[in-house]
């Protein structure tokens, strides 16, 4: 592929890990205990898939689609939020969430690199 076709793997990869975590993000309310370490889980394989999909930028892959997530899920809530929300307010609530999701982007990060070798090895027999 080409440099455009490899930046339009990436960001179907990218955009088909964040739906998927939007699910995980809309439950959040529920991570407690061992649905804590599942809904991580299910972050992280969503992140190697995005890596595996993505070729040569696979830590990028699962890094942004960590992100891509959690904002996706910023503007769902927002767009099911009561009537007194405005844009302010969801520009501010979705900087903070950008902020607090960081650690678990580096571990999508740690997995899109893990799901990128996975593939190096699978297309490599």
Do not use: K, N
Request: aromatic fraction near 10%; hydrophobic fraction near 60%.
């Amino acid at each position: 592929l080409g440099r455009a076709g490899r930046v339009v793997r990436l960001a179907i990869a990218v955009a088909a890990a964040a739906a998927a975590q939007v699910v995980v993000f809309l439950r959040v309310g529920d991570w407690l205990g061992v649905s804590a370490a599942l809904a991580l889980a299910y972050l992280m394989a969503a992140a190697a898939g995005a890596g595996f999909f993505a070729g040569r930028h696979a830590p990028l892959a699962g890094f942004l689609s960590v992100v891509c997530g959690a904002l996706a899920y910023g503007i769902v809530a927002y767009a099911t939020r009561s009537a007194e929300a405005d844009l302010w307010s969801l520009a501010g609530w979705e900087a903070r969430l950008a902020v607090s999701v960081l650690p678990y982007a580096a571990g999508g990060a740690v997995a899109g690199w893990a799901g990128g070798s996975l593939r190096r090895i699978a297309l490599r027999r």
